[in-house]
């Protein structure tokens, strides 16, 4: 068995690569940062390949398919790549912006279509789209980062209903968490306002999330009652909110 990870040089990526090695597979690892992931593979061995891939590209994305699509083993996409861009909608690049749309959104859709579509003629899979809490919610102050994860939640939602109507054994999460313990904050160029998961956790209930079949995998009770809140507040209260949340981040 084989998964193919984007975002595999830091952070969750990272862990979740290792945690699948732990458990048997073998893993793919594909990221931007080629000397990290070979400082990866030396870590994992045998059990791991690199492929070196920008996939805020999309032809790098539909390369990276191509060049990956004839290998039955692989049996898991974990779609890990992204980023976050913290500043007034107005102020911040627009180029920076678009390359973290094309990163958080487009890839996503891309590698999640390609491969999909093999592993529901083979009737098999599992794919586990990294989201965020904050694909709940909209977020001042990161707008477009918020909208993204938006994106990947209501996609990831609406093809695991498609999946489940089809009776496919093709399985799709969305793992949702909130603050984790990663290069996050330093990109962009935010801090914490509250006390971080730790990434190897997250990794690990994102794993067993995906494998019991759970749609959305939200590793925090504290998350947990922050989507349970935003369902029984008004909408215009819970963004006042997320505004005075994500100030303290600055």
Known sequence: MKALVTGASSGIGRDIARALVSRGWDVILVARRADRLMDLKKELGKHA?????????IEECKKL???LQNDDEIQMLVNCAGFGLCGRFTELPLEDELKM???NLIAVHVLTKLFLQDFVKRNRGYILNVASIAGFFSGPLMATYYATKNYVVSLTGAIYEELQRKGSRVHISALCPGPVNTEFNDVAH???SSEPLDSKTVAEQAIDGLMNGKLYIIPSAKMKGLKLVRRLLPDKL?????YSFQKRKK
């Open 49 to 57: 390949r690199c492929v070196r891939c920008d996939v805020s590209h």
């Open 65 to 67: 398919y191509e060049v």
């Open 101 to 103: 749309i094309d990163t």
């Open 190 to 192: 935010v801090k914490f």
């Open 238 to 242: 819970v963004t006042h909110f997320c």
